[in-house]
């Protein structure tokens, strides 16, 4: 797409988006994981209900997602960006 006039940005923004959902799925796996996880635990250990807020929850499970965002998306963004950057004759061997 380079070699036909297509700018870098117009390169890099399926990559990021893709890569940005990927990310959010990640993160509803995890969340999903680790909810599992605390309600196993609290019916094993009952000790635990009193520790245990839903704010904090709900903090925690917001700081899932963007990390899983910013990371998926972030890691896009370098590795489009770094091949981008490479010339053709990189490309191949």
Avoid: C, H
Avoid at 11 to 25: A, D, E, L
Avoid at 81 to 92: N, Q
Wanted: a positive charge; charged letters at 15%.
């Amino acid at each position: 797409m380079y070699l036909v006039g297509a700018t870098q940005g117009f390169i890099r923004k399926p990559f990021i988006i893709k890569g940005i959902i990927n990310g959010v799925i990640a993160a509803v796996l995890a969340m999903t994981l680790l909810g599992t996880f605390i309600f196993i635990a609290t019916r094993y250990i009952p000790e635990l209900l009193i520790v245990q807020d839903e704010n904090w929850l709900l903090m925690l499970f917001g700081i899932v997602i963007v990390i899983g965002i910013l990371i998926s998306g972030l890691s896009s963004a370098l590795s489009v960006r770094r091949y981008l950057r490479l010339k053709a004759e990189d490309l191949y061997f």
